[in-house]
C-alpha cells in the first residue's frame, strides 16, 4: 500500500503545481477578469434555459478553450519577460501573436456560444413577446 501512495505523490504533485499556475495567472492577468465573468453567465444562461447535453459540450470547450489560449498567452508573456526584459520587436512580435490566438479563440467562442444558445433563449422569451 505504502508502495502506491508513494507512485501517487508525483502525480499529485503535478496537479498542484499544475493547479498553482492556473491560480496565478487568474490573481496576475487581467484578461481573467474578462474571461471568468463571461463564462459564468455563459454557465448561467445554460443551467437556465436547460441546454441539451450537445449544447453543454459546445458551452464546456468554448470555455475551456479560451481559458487555455489565455493560459498559454500568459505562460509566453511570463517566460519572455524572464529571459528577454528589454524591449526586442520580434519579441513583441511573437506577444502579439499569442495575443491574436486569444483574440481567435474568443471570438471563435461567442460566435459559437450565440449559436449555440440562441434557439434555447428564443424558446424561452418568445412566448413573451
Not at 441539451?52 to 489565455?70: D, G, K
Not at 519572455?80 to 495575443?99: E, K, M, N, Y
Amino acid at each position: 500500500m505504502s508502495d502506491a501512495r508513494n507512485s501517487a505523490a508525483p502525480v499529485v504533485q503535478k496537479f498542484a503545481v499544475a493547479m498553482a499556475g492556473i491560480l496565478h495567472a487568474f490573481k496576475h492577468q487581467n484578461s481573467f477578469l474578462v474571461h471568468l465573468p463571461m463564462a459564468t453567465v455563459a454557465v448561467l444562461m445554460g443551467l437556465w434555459l436547460q441546454l441539451e447535453s450537445w449544447r453543454w459540450v459546445a458551452v464546456t470547450f468554448c470555455i475551456t478553450l479560451v481559458i487555455s489560449a489565455e493560459l498559454l498567452n500568459t505562460a509566453i508573456e511570463e517566460l519572455v519577460a524572464v529571459l528577454h526584459p528589454q524591449h526586442d520587436v520580434r519579441i513583441g512580435r511573437v506577444l502579439d501573436v499569442a495575443s491574436g490566438a486569444v483574440l481567435v479563440a474568443a471570438v471563435g467562442a461567442a460566435l459559437a456560444g450565440l449559436i449555440t444558445l440562441a434557439m434555447p433563449l428564443w424558446e424561452v422569451i418568445s412566448p413573451h413577446l
